[in-house]
Nanobody
Framework: VQLQASGGGLAQAGGSLRLSCAAP????????MGWYRQAPGKQRELVAT???????NSADSVKGRFTISRDNARNTVYLQMNSLKPEDTAVYYC?????????WGQGTEVTVSS
């Protein structure tokens, strides 16, 4: 699955960004979609996931600030990031999981200045 992430950039602390990830294909609605991030010098970590049925899960560090959602008609998953903190600075990757296969997008960089 070819994933195309976009929406990263520079934001000030307390600001907002919205990431998007498009995944072509007629079975997008069946994918478990997720956002992960990797800060410099750190391992990639889970940010949030959304199931095919719309159930969501998110890391404690982003609960109440980030919201994952999906639009199956547009084959797109979103990550709305509010109240950004400098520690949210990372490369954000979207992921699609289906039928035991995991696919990754190219990553979009988010930088939050204090």
């Amino acid at each position: 699955v070819q994933l195309q992430a976009s929406g990263g950039g520079l934001a000030q602390a307390g600001g907002s960004l919205r990431l998007s990830c498009a995944a072509p294909g007629s079975i997008f609605s069946r994918y478990i979609m997720g956002w992960y991030r990797q800060a410099p010098g750190k391992q990639r970590e889970l940010v949030a996931t959304i199931s095919s049925g719309g159930s969501t899960n998110s890391a404690d560090s982003v609960k109440g600030r980030f919201t994952i959602s999906r639009d199956n008609a547009r084959n797109t998953v979103y990550l709305q990031m509010n109240s950004l903190k400098p520690e949210d600075t990372a490369v954000y990757y979207c992921n699609a999981f289906y039928n035991l296969r995991s696919s990754w997008g190219q990553g979009t960089e988010v930088t939050v200045s204090s």
